[in-house]
């Protein structure tokens, strides 16, 4: 009901401010109306009106508007805007000029039509501008002005309501009220219209609509632009007071508010009547409860019939009444089923206290050590186990500290201060390694848990634990099996490096080490032969063997198969060394078990340690590889590699200190560019230069890539060592540029560079870095390097011709030369190996060969390169071949960019 008066009251607000809003819109409509009707009023005058002669005009004694029409001046004006004469009322300047005159003729002149305006200068008043031809042809415009307050006095007499020319400033898409230009009951709106323009927010493009309160009275207003013909910053208002259509508003409100009150009153009192009847039986249910608690079941029921309902047909209260039936009945069933609960639950009791024996019968029989004690360690309870290992006789007995056998003789800590962060929490546990010393003096490893227990309000800690003494010496055992060998019980060979290393470290300042490394000849022949069953007890006998033939304290390893290593060493002051220990008799061992019988040959090398090796792993890679030089050609003998004139172990030191000089030379800039020209032949000028990249050592001198590539390839270097030589070009190359010289630069690119995922992105960021041109860079691919999946190659060459740089195939000819790459490839220039070009003035098969790959390069539309022209016949053969690039060293050798010569030209060509 209330809602119902609440939508009534809300659908009254909303109608009367939709029939406000309406109002507001007809009253725009009817001041528009009214300002057209007087417009054509207006127009209708001049109709009226006779044209002043040239003669009038010129003595200017026209006679006043007539006070009748209410018309305060009329002014001649022709059509260049001049005022010919003026007719005006008593008190208006003469020398005042009427406003609009330009746009009025404007505006004529473009429709035809009169043109009126409604504005606000200086005074508000209604202008017309009416176009008339005099008797004489002459073309004249009359302007006729009225006051605007009779305007705004008929509307207010029509209406009733208070309307108001404004002047608003313009901001965007708001307007704000500088001042009220003229109003009805000027003082009241004028007061009222500036609050309202305080309180609302006006559109400069439409009407804005404003109902609300104003002080104590509420009004509503409505503010629109006057456009047509108007000033843009005139706005006219409408003004209403609304302080009765509100009143009506409350009035329904209270209204509403009073037929509410008075409905529900008669509802509650008609609820009231009806439902005493009910009330009455249900205080009679009530009565009845009481006597539940007290299982006075049979008087609760005697008393529910006595009130039982004997009508026909059946409601709330007699449902209810059976309901209560019901629950007395259950409550009666329940409390007997209770009953018989109390005793199942005193006959549980009983059988608990039995598996409370069992338990503890349990517990005495369990493998585990339980103990129960406090925060200090006050043993509470102990099971069998532990009352064996600790001496005690009771369960709970007196002043006993489990502390006392638990502990870790190398902590002060005691178990009971460890396990104080688990007391807080029930439940909460702790698992750790700690031995039990036993009554009888024992050590003993146990794994214990520990847990948290709180028995009335006290913390209580139950420790179990497991003794793992044996399982702690399988692990023992099991870790000695992981650093010897399971056959021959010597050291295997991860332990035998560390041992070595260790040992190397100790002695290596004051004696002289050596590495002897034994190995079996022929050791798998032996296995096939007598099985494997006999290869273990070799292995075991010669290992045993071995170390009776070895010095004290010399480690022994079993490195292999059938390999064996040891490290010897000898004060070097003692000119003592392994030649001392007769290894010659080693290389034969008579082995004879079981009936085998066989006599083994045993290769030995021996090899000494020394600073420039990086460890023992470097010595054992160096021995093994003698070794197998040994075994190649003088098995079963003994052999020692410091006396030989083994190159290899030179040859990979070599290569070490190559690789770390040129990871210097990377890291320190020594990496330097030489130029070789490559002679264009059609115009006997150098077209660009091959970058050719030295390495500079630690004494300044140049080392040839023929030295370090290949150790840059093997290390990994290569990328690191293109994109240097990428950079130092490209840097070149804009040098020249911006020195005038146009002469490109040729860069070798290698496959491990080329397929790195990051190579587009670098190569952006060198060219955006260095500045240089692409369009003078040729990058060079070894024809072998890049090429074995088409579409790959095709997808990595196109980075250079991303950027607008040009490809060439270098060392072409002596892979596998496709020339199905050579068509499918962006490939510009084809650079034939000079393999072919050295000799070509001797060989006829070369220039054969030669022949053939220009042509089919040509008829593939590459140009092409030849490198290697030593001479000038060579250079003359390909010449006519056709080729138009050539490079060696009868055009010039390699220089650096100091002695590079670009104006370079063959002399008689």
């Not at 809602?3 to 528009?32: A, H």
């Not at 456009?227 to 910053?233: C, D, E, G």
């Not at 005690?392 to 500290?401: R, V």
């Not at 190159?647 to 130029?675: D, I, P, W």
């Amino acid at each position: 009901m209330g809602s119902r008066g609440y939508i009534g009251y809300m659908q009254t607000v909303q109608s009367n401010q939709e029939s406000v809003i309406q109002d507001l819109e007809s009253l725009q409509q009817t001041f528009t109306s009214l300002t057209e009707r007087s417009n054509n009023e207006l127009f209708r005058l001049a109709d009226q009106y006779r044209i002043p002669s040239d003669k009038e005009f010129q003595q200017g004694n026209l006679s006043p508007p007539s006070l009748m029409s209410n018309i305060e001046s009329i002014y001649y004006i022709d059509l260049e805007g001049h005022i010919l004469a003026a007719s005006l009322q008593e008190g208006i300047d003469p020398k005042a000029v009427p406003p609009y005159i330009f746009t009025a003729i404007s505006s004529i002149a473009k429709s035809g039509r009169p043109f009126a305006t409604l504005h606000c200068t200086p005074s508000c008043a209604q202008s017309v501008f009416i176009p008339v031809i005099a008797t004489d042809g002459r073309e004249l415009i009359i302007n006729i002005n009225r006051s605007a307050s009779l305007l705004i006095q008929d509307f207010y007499e029509i209406t009733h309501t208070d309307i108001a020319i404004l002047d608003m400033i313009q901001n965007g898409m708001t307007a704000k009220l500088d001042q009220v230009l003229i109003a009805s009951q000027a003082n009241d709106t004028t007061e009222i219209l500036n609050r309202i323009a305080g309180l609302t927010e006006i559109s400069a493009k439409r009407p804005t609509v404003f109902f609300d309160a104003v002080g104590e009275q509420y009004y509503s207003a409505r503010f629109f632009p006057l456009h047509q013909n108007s000033p843009p910053r005139t706005y006219a208002a409408v003004l209403r007071n609304e302080s009765k259509s509100r009143a009506y508003i409350i009035n329904e409100l209270k209204n509403i508010i009073f037929s509410t009150l008075l409905a529900l009153f008669l509802i509650i009192t008609l609820i009231a009547v009806i439902l005493k009847p009910s009330l009455d039986r249900l205080m009679s249910l009530a009565k009845i409860l009481p006597l539940l608690p007290d299982g006075r079941f049979k008087d609760a029921q005697t008393l529910l019939q006595e009130h039982m309902s004997s009508k026909k047909y059946t409601d709330e209260i007699d449902i209810l009444q059976r309901t209560t039936g019901e629950v007395i009945d259950s409550l009666e069933r329940m409390n007997a089923s209770v009953e018989q609960h109390r005793n199942e639950l005193k006959s549980k009791i009983e059988a608990l206290t039995e598996a409370k024996v069992f338990n503890e019968l349990i517990l005495d029989a369990s493998p585990l050590t339980v103990i129960i004690h406090d925060s200090v360690g006050t043993i509470r309870n102990i099971n069998k186990m532990g009352r064996e290992l600790t001496g005690l006789h009771l369960k709970a007995p007196q002043n006993a500290n489990i502390n006392t056998w638990v502990r870790n003789e190398n902590q002060s800590k005691s178990l009971s201060a460890s396990l104080q962060g688990i007391t807080d929490t029930t439940g909460k546990k702790s698992q750790s390694q700690m031995p039990f010393f036993t009554d009888d003096g024992r050590k003993l490893y146990f794994l214990w848990t520990h847990t948290c227990l709180h028995v009335n309000d006290e913390a209580h800690i139950l420790s179990m634990g497991i003794d793992i003494t044996e399982r702690k010496e399988a692990a023992e055992s099991l870790h000695w099996l992981g650093q010897h060998d399971r056959i021959t019980g010597l050291l295997n060979r991860s332990s035998f490096t560390e041992n070595a290393n260790e040992h190397i470290a100790e002695h290596r300042d004051n004696d002289l080490i050596e590495l002897v490394m034994f190995d079996i000849d022929d050791f798998a022949v032996f296995n096939d032969r007598f099985g494997f069953d006999a290869g273990d007890r070799l292995l075991n006998d010669l290992a045993a063997h071995l170390l009776d033939a070895l010095p004290e304290n010399s480690p022994l390893a079993r490195t292999g198969s059938g390999e064996f290593c040891a490290i010897v060493h000898h004060p070097r002051n003692s000119n003592q060394s392994v030649k001392d220990l007769g290894l010659e008799k080693l290389t034969r061992y008579a082995f004879s078990k079981n009936n085998v019988s066989e006599e083994i040959c045993l290769s030995i090398v021996v090899d000494s340690y020394d600073d420039s090796l990086s460890g023992i792993d470097e010595l054992i890679s160096n021995t093994t590889s003698t070794m197998i030089k040994v075994k190649n050609k003088a098995r079963g003998s003994l052999y020692y590699a410091a006396e030989s004139d083994d190159t290899s172990r030179v040859s990979r030191h070599e290569k070490y200190r190559m690789k770390e000089q040129l990871q210097s030379a990377l890291s320190g800039n020594r990496l330097v560019l030489f130029y070789q020209p490559i002679l264009d032949l059609s115009l006997n000028s150098i077209s660009h230069c091959e970058c050719l990249v030295r390495m500079l050592d630690d004494e300044a001198q140049f080392i040839s890539p023929a030295h370090f590539l290949g150790i840059a390839a093997e290390s990994g270097l290569m990328p690191q060592l293109d994109f240097s030589v990428m950079e130092k070009a490209m840097r070149q190359q804009r040098l020249w540029q911006d020195s005038g010289i146009h002469t490109g630069l040729s860069i070798n690119i290698t496959a491990p560079t080329l397929e790195q995922a990051d190579f587009e992105e670098r190569l952006n960021e060198i060219l955006k870095r260095t500045g240089a041109n692409p369009d003078r860079l040729i990058f060079e691919v070894v024809e072998t390097d890049a090429l074995e999946n088409l579409s790959t190659a095709r997808k990595l060459l196109n980075n250079f011709k991303a950027v607008g740089a040009k490809v060439a195939f270098d060392d072409f000819g002596i892979g596998f030369t496709s020339f199905e790459y050579v068509r499918e490839l962006p490939v510009d220039y084809i650079k034939i190996d000079q393999s072919f070009i050295r000799f070509i003035h001797e060989r006829e098969s070369d220039q054969v060969l030669v022949k053939s790959m220009v042509e089919m390069s040509h008829n593939l539309g590459k140009k092409v390169i030849v490198e290697g022209v030593e001479n000038r016949e060579a250079l003359e053969i390909v010449r006519d071949m056709g080729v138009e690039y050539v490079q060696g060293y009868y055009i010039c050798r390699p220089m650096p960019i100091s002695a590079l010569d670009l104006s370079l030209r063959i002399h008689d060509f």
